[in-house]
Each structure stands twice: as structure tokens, then as C-alpha cells.
């Protein structure tokens, strides 16, 4: 039987959509949304101390890697080169989308990327991604519940797959049993 744990999380971020049609949306220009993040995940059994991870172990892993390459950044198309460009010599932070070479930061591929950052930041506590819900606003939100195997593929090849391995780097595992710490420090 597996098990379910959700952590909830926001980050504001700007983006804009290419190549979409001027008289169908606003999404063209450059704007910003909070975005509230809703990341479940599935595991087999608890620890002994009652959980499998502590929530806030989600927090500092996965909600740390969103503060740092997404929270008051500007999320873009790698392709919007003019705007990247600007933004960088401006020293604004820019996350540069990693599905394909001209992928748009539409909610859709954002959940896909952060379901992809999200179980690979996770993996080494036991869990697995089940599930990303994104609200773009409070009336609009995606789910992503899986990736394709040639998303995958992308991102296993992108920036960010050596972006999450870095970042884990600074981050080693907690122990949040104090029977094992014991054991440990002894």
C-alpha cells in the first residue's frame, strides 16, 4: 500500500508566452503571478519515528530549490533571447525552460519541470513524485501527474538536472529521529 504527502508552498515569478496570438490573450507581455504550488508524493512505509520525511525536510529541499531558481525570477523561454539578454545584464534572476528548445513557461511546463525537480530532489528520502498541482492564479491551476519518456529524456540531458545536483550538494540528508542521532554521534 503506498502513502501520500503533500506539502504546499508559493513563489512569485514573471514570464511571458511566445508566438501566442496578440488577439487571443495578454499572456504575451511580460507579467507575474504568485504561484501556489501543491507537491504530493508516494512512499512505501514511515520511519519509526512516525513519518517517512518531516515536512519540513520538503520545505528545505524542494521549496529551497524554488526560492532559489524560480521565487522572483523571471521564468523564460530559452528562445526569447532579446529579453533574457536584458534581464541578465540587469542581474535579474532567469530560469530558462528545459522541455524544449522552445518551450514556453506556460503553467503546464512549469508543473512538468518542477514534477521532474521535485522527484529528483526527493528520490533520496523514498519518495516519489505523485503529483504537481500549479496555481497560475487562485481560478487557474494544472496538474501533472506524469512525464512523458522523451520529457524525461530533455530534461535528464538539461541545465537543471546538474542545477538539482548541485544544489543537493549543500543540502545533505537530516536525520529527524533523535534514537538514531544517538546512535550515530556515540
Excluded: W
Excluded at 133 to 144: D, F, G, K
Amino acid at each position: 500500500m503506498k502513502n501520500k504527502i503533500t506539502r504546499y508552498g508559493t513563489f512569485d515569478a514573471g514570464h511571458r508566452v511566445l508566438h501566442h496570438a496578440e488577439s487571443l490573450n495578454k499572456c504575451r507581455n511580460v507579467h507575474g503571478h504568485l504561484y501556489q504550488l501543491h507537491a504530493t508524493f508516494t512512499y512505501e512505509e514511515e520511519e519509526e519515528i512516525g513519518f517517512k520525511v518531516d515536512f519540513a525536510e520538503i520545505k528545505r529541499i524542494l521549496f529551497g530549490f524554488v526560492d532559489d531558481f524560480f521565487d522572483h525570477g523571471f521564468i523564460a523561454n530559452a528562445m526569447d533571447t532579446r529579453l533574457i539578454q536584458f534581464l541578465q545584464e540587469q542581474q535579474n534572476k532567469v530560469y530558462l525552460m528545459n522541455l524544449a528548445r522552445d518551450c514556453n513557461p506556460t503553467a503546464e511546463n512549469i508543473a512538468k519541470e518542477l514534477f521532474f525537480i521535485g522527484d529528483k530532489l526527493m528520490s533520496r528520502y523514498g519518495l516519489m513524485m505523485d503529483e504537481i498541482i500549479l496555481y497560475e492564479t487562485p481560478n487557474c491551476s494544472v496538474r501533472c501527474v506524469y512525464l512523458k519518456p522523451q520529457e524525461i529524456e530533455m530534461l535528464e540531458q538539461s541545465p537543471v538536472a546538474s542545477q538539482i545536483m548541485h544544489f543537493l550538494q549543500k543540502f545533505p540528508p537530516k536525520e529527524y529521529d533523535q534514537r538514531k542521532i544517538s546512535l550515530h554521534s556515540s
